[in-house]
């Protein structure tokens, strides 16, 4: 129906940009990129414990002492 408009008033539309499927596109890369965040987060927390344990566990007494039980 609309070749036929077109044939006889010979005016040629160009096709409309699909910006809803651009739209969603931008979306899904925004979530990716929010996620991938989110996990390397969470990830540097997972580690940073792990470090604090290993500073936890030396001695608390200053280098200077002998603490050597007899």
């Not at 940009?17 to 929010?34: D, S, V």
């Amino acid at each position: 129906m609309q070749c036929e408009i077109i044939a006889r008033t010979g005016t040629f539309t160009m096709a409309k940009t699909n910006y809803t499927f651009e739209k969603r596109q931008k979306e899904l890369a925004k979530q990716k990129k929010q996620a991938d965040k989110l996990l390397k987060k969470n990830a540097s927390k997972e580690e940073q414990p792990q470090d604090e344990l290993a500073q936890d566990e030396l001695p608390d007494s200053p280098a200077g002492e002998n603490t050597v039980a007899q």
